[in-house]
């Protein structure tokens, strides 16, 4: 140990004494003035800002406000003072003063650090009508995190307490569970291998939609992700969050199903317009339901620890195969069995469900089918996540869901499809009317849940400060100090103005609509599979126009900046969008051309089409995260063998392309990433206009089936090379 010299002057000896356990508590190191139920916040902002950090004195006091999360903030004598009613409140307080004063950002792309020497005079206090800020879908654990390691979690926990979250969904490390649970049950190696989808998959697996899709599941899997989600449940427990973890649903292996003939299983309609391996519901009056649902849990616990959130999603996207004349009945037996299962195996917890198929599916879940799904479940000990409010009313449809804890949220983002888009002015005036409506119910909690992450920071910047504003803060004002911080410097009236025309010209749609086009899936036309129905194509949402004023401000703007500032990020990220929009009103006219028999035409934007493509892609290097090439070597290195490795890659691969099954989820996780652009959407149409050119040319018949059947079986090798 180093030797250290104290001082003790006047007898100061208390001091004295509580210096030197300082310095032993905390190895030397900068540490928040606080006392131990603060260190992990204490950790997280020393993280951000190194030993900045012990100039902050944190205060846990709870019960100032039942259920309400509170924080109040204070400069004196260079030093920040942060009370609050937890770990998170904390968080959250100290990241808003950072932020406000212009001295970080934290984000996707990276966080930016502008320390003044001296703290400014400020004061503020804020505080929560909503006990619960949620984040990430089901569905982001397909999307997005299924290579990350523990770094890069920990550094997501962090984003997630800075921004105020303490409801995020929690889903890693459970097939280890259910390898264990099913093996108890006689499933032997080679059927367990057969079940489990590959891991890139395997969020539709947990949901019920398929089995063994792009598997097996290697061992090594397992072991890694049981070891990451101790860690990621330990560190969000120990910032006072709620991690929401997986309970039984009733979906149970083929395997099992074939080994209990005497059990009533129902084989479920293939998925999603069909191609996937059915799936295998258990009745949930069957006494095997309760049994197999009790040990999933018992032995979760075992392996995890106690939770009080468990996320069971019976019918997400399958209609509950219930009979006609009694269809409310057994509705609300499969409520009530998925209640009576987490409750007796986990007294007191809360069951969690997502509210997305009361949307998806109007015509079945009419409000006598959910309230009689919902009817024999005790009010606080259930939860529906309605988080897709950027799209269905749900919760006003279904009468705030009569009477149980419900979270209002959006989506915002699906597949990890990154078009530029999002709806400030959209997010305030949904939460302050939301607030005011005296029908409101139970609403608990507030947040988005999207299905990748990575794009569009704003908006998730915008949506987590919500709870706390209320709303009551006008959106130019937000926008001049999430500016402030984000470019590190006071904003020019020019970049504001790209900005406030930025707002009404992308950040004014609240959903991507033509991702789904003529139900093929993709986020512009040239990410869609090749088509000539095109010409039908009726234009993105957007204001384009004034994109492209935006564009150019940003571009001379731009220049003024160093060239690791946030701002040349944003400009990446307005041009790939902007060209990306050209580039499909382009397709369209070539198409045209071709089909009038104007070759030089057709030729001209054949050529221009394709230098664009190449010119956005070669500007994509600005974007380190949004290339496919990394994606795949992230996916390769989480394996330890060759043999592994590469189906770790091919699962990344045919995730965001082809997808799977024979419906139209292909390109449902188009990406606007380098090598994207180049090396996967232009060869495709490059092959397919082509095709038709010649045709054209020679006065025949296209043959559309057969160049899209190409175009295909292109992909399938496309995914496959590695």
Known sequence: MKRMNFEIVNGDFLKAVMLIFAFLLFGGK??????ERTKTASEVIERLIGNRANEFELTIIENKNEHKDWFEIETTSNLVKIKGSNNTAICYAAYNFLRDIGAAIVSWEGNKINLPKTWPKYAKKGDTPFEYREYLNACTFGYTTPWWDWKRWEQEIDWMALHGINLPTAMEGQ??????????????????????????????QRMGNINSLEGPLPQEWF????????KILERMRALDM???????????????AEKHPEAKITELKSWSGGGFASTFLLDSKDPLFKKIGKRFIEIYTKTYGKSNFYLADSFNEIEPPVSEHNKYEELSNYGSAVYETINEAAPGATWVMQGWLFGDNKEFWTKEAT????????NDKVMVQDYANDRYKVWDNQE??????????????????????????????ELTSLLKNPHKGNVVGYGAMPEGLNNNSIVYEYIYDLPWSKGEQPVSDWLTKYLNARYEKTTTKPVFQAWELLLQSVYNVKYWETRWWNDRAGAYLLFKRPTATITAFKGNPGDKKKLKQALDILSKEAKKYDKNNFIQYDLIDVSRHYYSLCIDEELMECVGAYQKKDIAKGDLLFKKIEKQVLEIDLMMTGQPLNNVDQWVKSASDYGDTPAVSKLYAKNAKTLITLWG???????????????????FYWPRWKMFLEAFKKSAINNAPFDVTKERELIKNWEINWTENN
Not at 223 to 230: A, R, T
Request: with cysteine; proline share 6%; hydrophobic share 30%.
């Open 242 to 256: 709620h991690p929401v973890v997986p309970a039984f649903s009733g979906y149970v292996p083929k395997a099992f």
């Open 661 to 679: 099954g024979e419906g139209h989820l292909n390109d449902y996780a188009s990406r606007s990433w380098k090598g994207m652009y180049k090396g």
């Open 30 to 35: 900068g540490y928040c003035k606080s006392d």
């Open 175 to 204: 097939e280890a569970v259910w390898q264990e649970l099913w093996k108890e049950y006689g499933l032997t190696k080679n059927q367990l291998e057969s079940h489990f989808a590959g891991p890139a998959f395997l969020p539709w």
């Open 371 to 378: 309230s009689a799904f919902l009817s024999k479940v005790p």
């Open 400 to 429: 705030a869901f009569y009477g149980k804890q419900w979270t209002y949220g959006y989506v915002h983002n699906y597949g990890g499809s990154n078009p530029v888009y999002g709806d400030l002015s959209f997010y305030k005036n």
């Open 223 to 230: 072991v890694k992700k049981e070891e990451l989600q101790k």
